[in-house]
């Protein structure tokens, strides 16, 4: 079994072997070449300890060295490399009070989480698999290396990672990791909400965030997002007609908005097909492939969707129930960034909005909610109508050929794409002050009315009229 390593990456384990030092490629970075995926990062274990490595290379970086981990700078890039090592005792749930170095590599791998994360690999020794990791991607299991309850002791937040795994890989989870996990559920609250946060961010973003549901029925929800439960457990006949709570609900809705996502990436060839897999009976790739049957939504996610916008999509979905304010709270409890919580209110709050199917109409629409966050509520609600009960795709259709008339024409929608501006008005003598926002608002307004208006001559004539009739309204007054 061969593992295509980066040049890079053999440069380092070579220099270390040839110093008389063990070195092997480790972890995630060895589980994604098995399915056939790209590896984000390249991680090295060594029998050096961070000294000995130091010495070898012109470029490091002491990133963690009382652990055990120097960053090898290759041009650059960064590689981290860390000694073979023992955790001590974890007194908090999640870091361990000292570790210790050890010159076995099968130590050190019985230290780390899932089976799958414990595999080593280089080209002179192959594959290092010491408790099964290759056995188990084969049958597609998430399992804890050893003993699960000691696992999870050891670092509450592999709980929750137990899950994000079986999400972005469509594994399932090993029975006894499994207990374990809901056993130790409440050990989640040892977490910091930053870490919580970045687990359920790539849950959320993977090919299957109905595993929410399976970590909900774990008892994992309950600890960090309790408001989820709650919908889990409430039925509203206005938010469904599919016989479903308000949380099962909003899942289907995430389960369609994912599939929209990946008809984004194959339409606009954001995401490259990956290799096959050495590894016999693992597919490449478990990533939905087929584009969206509906051509309003092929229409739409042309341009793709950016990570971002994913993120905030999912969360406004799921968090659409329990309502704008109260989604807030649950975000800035979680510790999201403000431009996060922006976007995910802003789309809770035209949730349901509705416009006239005329070009005027979708032209009012996208000044008041903004051309962006109106796209996103589109692809929102194509994944709702995927879901069921949405508006149907005769009216999605109408208002996505609507909307994207108005950007092929290049319709003024907003201030900043009228043909007059304060300035202009100011050097044809209007005085700057409040009267001046409220002629460029009205301005706005007529054009939005009727694009052909968007001249600046006829704006300016237009401007004298609203003035006179500001004007004289106020002396009324």
Excluded at 232 to 253: C, F, H, P, T, W
Excluded at 399 to 426: P, T
């Amino acid at each position: 079994m061969r593992i295509e390593l980066p040049d890079k990456v053999t440069y380092i384990i070579r220099t270390l072997q040839e110093h008389g030092y063990e070195a092997y490629a480790v972890g995630g970075c060895v589980r994604d070449s098995l399915l056939g995926r790209t590896p984000g990062d390249w991680d090295i274990t060594t029998s050096a300890d961070p000294y000995e490595t130091k010495a070898l290379f012109p470029r490091t970086i002491d990133t963690g060295i009382r652990h055990g981990t120097v960053t090898v700078m290759c041009g650059k890039q960064g590689f981290e490399v860390t000694t073979y090592r023992i955790d001590g005792e974890y007194e908090d749930g999640r870091h361990p009070k000292q570790v210790s170095f050890t010159k076995s590599l099968k130590e050190d791998l019985a230290r780390r989480d899932f089976t799958i994360n414990a595999m080593a690999y280089n080209e002179e020794d192959g594959l290092i698999d010491r408790f099964g990791g290759a056995d188990d991607l084969r049958q597609r299991v998430i399992r804890c290396v050893g003993d699960p309850g000691s696992r999870f002791d050891e670092d509450a937040l592999r709980i929750l990672r137990a899950f994000r795994f079986a999400a972005q890989l469509n594994f399932t989870i090993e029975e006894k990791t499994y207990a374990a996990a809901k056993e130790k559920a409440v050990h989640l609250s040892r977490i910091s909400a930053e870490r919580i946060q970045t687990e359920l961010n790539k849950l959320l973003l993977s090919a299957h965030p109905e595993v929410l549901t399976n970590a909900y029925q774990a008892g994992l929800t309950g600890v960090f997002l309790p408001e989820f439960d709650r919908l889990m457990k409430e039925q509203d006949e206005g938010e469904n007609l599919l016989g479903l709570s308000r949380g099962q609900y909003a899942i289907e809705v995430l389960k369609a908005l994912t599939e929209v996502s990946a008809s984004a990436d194959a339409l606009t060839g954001a995401s490259a097909l990956t290799r096959a897999s050495d590894l016999s009976g693992v597919p490449a790739s478990s990533e939905p492939q087929n584009p969206a049957d509906s051509p309003a939504a092929a229409s739409l996610i042309r341009r793709g969707c950016t990570p971002k916008e994913r993120l905030i999509l999912s969360l406004a979905v799921l968090l659409q129930p329990i309502g704008e304010e109260a989604a807030s709270r649950v975000l800035k409890r979680l510790k999201y960034d403000n431009e996060t919580i922006r976007g995910v209110r802003h789309l809770i709050r035209y949730y349901d909005c509705d416009w006239p199917l005329t070009p005027a109409g979708v032209r009012r629409a996208m000044h008041e909610i903004g051309t962006e966050p109106m796209r996103l509520l589109l692809l929102l609600r194509a994944a709702r109508n995927s879901a069921g009960n949405g508006e149907g795709a005769a009216h999605l259709n109408e208002s996505v050929r609507l909307y994207h008339g108005v950007l092929e024409r290049k319709e003024c929608v907003s201030l900043k794409d009228l043909a007059v501006g304060g300035e202009d008005l100011i050097q044809a003598g209007f005085r700057p002050g409040r009267e001046l926002g409220e002629i460029l608002a009205q301005l706005l307004m007529r054009v939005i009315e009727d694009p052909k208006k968007n001249q600046k001559e006829l704006l300016l004539a237009e401007a004298g009229e609203i003035a006179e009739r500001i004007q004289s309204s106020g002396s009324r007054m």
